[in-house]
Nanobody
Framework: QVQLVESGGGSVQAGGSLSLSCAVSGYTISGGCMGWFRQAPGKEREKVANIGIDSAARYAESVKGRFTISKDNTKNTLYLQMSGLKPEDTAMYYC???????????????????WGQGTQVTVSS
């Protein structure tokens, strides 16, 4: 059984920083495409960043230069370091794992991934 558990969300003021973690069990993250996604109220879920088996990272344009995705294969844990937070970053943040080829194809869909339960990030102006 694959389980993903996010932690680290919270409330910060604009310009602040937060670090999210996603602990994974039942799946070896070194063999998959890992990603962070977010969903704000009334909006569709959007890709934030993903990282492949070679640790190559891709970011949404809206977070480039402010967010950093990383992973620790020995801890089977995914991370998202967020800095320079803006009110528009306010959302529920989810981690996900998908087959390794998802990263090379720009994470095309959500049909083959596992999701965590999400952690709320709120940025006030």
């Amino acid at each position: 059984q694959v389980q993903l558990v996010e932690s680290g969300g919270g409330s910060v003021q604009a310009g602040g920083s937060l670090s999210l973690s996603c602990a994974v069990s039942g799946y070896t993250i070194s063999g998959g495409c890992m990603g962070w996604f977010r969903q704000a109220p009334g909006k569709e879920r959007e890709k934030v960043a993903n990282i492949g088996i070679d640790s190559a990272a891709r970011y949404a344009e809206s977070v480039k230069g402010r967010f950093t995705i990383s992973k620790d294969n020995t801890k089977n844990t995914l991370y998202l370091q967020m800095s320079g937070l803006k009110p528009e970053d306010t959302a529920m943040y989810y981690c996900a794992v998908a087959p390794s080829w998802y990263c090379s194809r720009g994470y095309p869909d959500y049909d083959r991934n596992y999701w965590g339960q999400g952690t709320q990030v709120t940025v006030s102006s």
